[in-house]
């Protein structure tokens, strides 16, 4: 067996329809396929050659609050990646004025930024350092604060991120 990647992500949420708003207007995202009444939706990254990276589907409004990482097992966030720092630096402008910002960490191997969508699923966006200045971060876990002004000034605001 030969994995060379994760595809796609699918949801259950409590309304497809206010996600494709948010995930289009937020993200970019575009919508391949819908379900008329509003029972799901896949979508696509706007520079991504999949099919899909995203499907919702609806259970309704009466649906609670996801406990994972609290009270049960789950999935924590989903990552999505931008290939220069000043799509992160955008990014990060989109989801303040979207006041859905969470939090912002610098894991050295890679820079995130961390918001939560309307159900509060939370998801990274991501640059992928690239790997000639991993150093001694491949092999270790860091969480330090992102000091994305610096890393600009670092890395230039062009440098695509990756290998």
Same mark, same amino acid.
């Given at each position: ?29 575009? $919508? ?34 996801? $406990? ?60 992928? $350092? ?8 491949? $092999? ?24």
């Amino acid at each position: 067996m030969s994995i060379i990647g994760m595809n796609h992500a699918v949801l259950y949420v409590r309304d497809a329809r206010v996600h494709k708003d948010f995930y289009s207007r937020v993200l970019g995202f575009t $919508t391949n396929i819908e379900d008329s009444n509003g029972q799901f939706v896949f979508m696509r990254a706007p520079n991504s050659s999949n099919h899909h990276d995203v499907a919702f589907f609806s259970v309704g409004g009466h649906a609670s609050p996801s $406990t994972a990482g609290r009270q049960s097992v789950g999935l924590y966030h989903i990552a999505w990646e931008v290939e220069t720092l000043a799509e992160l630096e955008e990014t990060k402008k989109t989801l303040e004025r979207e006041g859905c910002l969470v939090g912002a960490s610098d894991h050295g191997v890679n820079k995130s930024l961390y918001a939560v969508d309307p159900d509060g699923i939370e998801f990274e966006v991501m640059w992928l $350092t690239p790997e000639k200045f991993w150093g001694d971060s491949e $092999t270790s876990a860091v969480i330090e604060p992102l000091d994305l002004e610096g890393e600009i000034e670092k890395f230039g605001r062009d440098l695509k991120g990756g290998s």
